[in-house]
């Protein structure tokens, strides 16, 4: 069964230390999105992209985050200098149907701690 | 206003009896709403999901009960066995704000345990 995989599993950085989290969506999605959750707490909507360019992003997603679909597979999440509140579990996920009842698919995450 | 509140936060089932996790939206813009499963170290996957022009939909042990109204749904699950150990998280859909794209806003999730 295709699945959306993720690298690294868990990646440990020390404050401002710039991150990239890879993805790779399954290989005929066309939307991409990124959702963190902070340990213990609720899966956060982070950013959604769309035909090459971010269709919307939430507060979270301030200048320090980007995203980047470098070529026809990866997807990726870079955080330029890392706070200690940055630490959380980190998941991308794909859906190929442009209609509301696509499915969204998760990877298992990315792990990320700040120290 | 985007909000999903989602009750309780924690549940104790004993194996065969019925669990039931609530939720809640103001946002009448929220058009689907999925419920998802979630096991410890691996990300949420669909569990069931229902449109709001739908007061009910069964999948086997697990049911969504719909209330437009009340802007309120539910999911039980019938008989639940251990392996139902899990947090669920309630979830709305709404169109992003270009309305090129959906996206999911989630609960805070429902840590679910079934006792044998």
């Known amino acids: 069964e295709p699945e959306v995989t993720q690298t690294p599993s868990h990646q440990v950085t020390q404050m401002g230390q710039e991150v990239i989290l890879r993805c790779v969506p399954i290989?005929?999605?066309?939307?991409f999105y990124w959702y963190r959750q902070i340990l213990g707490q609720k899966v956060e909507f982070l950013v959604s992209?769309?035909?090459?360019?971010?269709?919307?992003k939430s507060e979270i997603f301030d200048d320090q985050f980007s995203v980047e679909r470098p070529d026809g597979s990866n997807f990726t999440l870079k955080i330029r200098s890392t706070k200690l509140e940055d630490s959380a579990m980190y998941f991308c996920?794909?859906?190929?149907?442009?209609?509301?009842?696509?499915?969204?698919?998760f990877g298992e995450g990315s792990r990320l701690t700040v120290l | 206003q985007q909000q999903v509140k989602q009750s309780p936060q924690s549940l104790i089932v004993q194996k065969g009896g019925i669990s039931i996790i609530n939720c809640a939206y103001e946002?009448?813009?929220?058009?689907?709403f999925p419920w998802y499963q979630q096991f410890p170290g691996k990300g949420p996957a669909l569990l069931i999901a229902?449109?709001?022009?739908?007061s009910e939909k069964k999948e086997g042990r697990f049911t969504i009960s719909f209330n437009k109204s009340a802007k309120q749904f539910s999911l039980h699950i019938m008989d639940s066995q251990p392996g139902d150990s899990a947090t669920y998280f309630c979830?709305?859909?709404?169109?992003?704000?270009?309305?090129?794209?959906?996206?999911?806003?989630f609960g805070k999730g429902t840590l679910l345990t079934v006792n044998p």
């Open positions: 996920a794909s859906r190929r149907l442009a209609g509301r009842t696509g499915e969204l698919f």
């Open positions: 946002n009448t813009a929220f058009d689907y």
């Open positions: 979830a709305a859909l709404s169109s992003t704000s270009g309305g090129s794209n959906y996206k999911l806003t």
């Open positions: 290989s005929n999605h066309l939307y």
């Open positions: 229902i449109r709001p022009d739908v």
């Open positions: 992209f769309y035909n090459n360019e971010i269709s919307e």
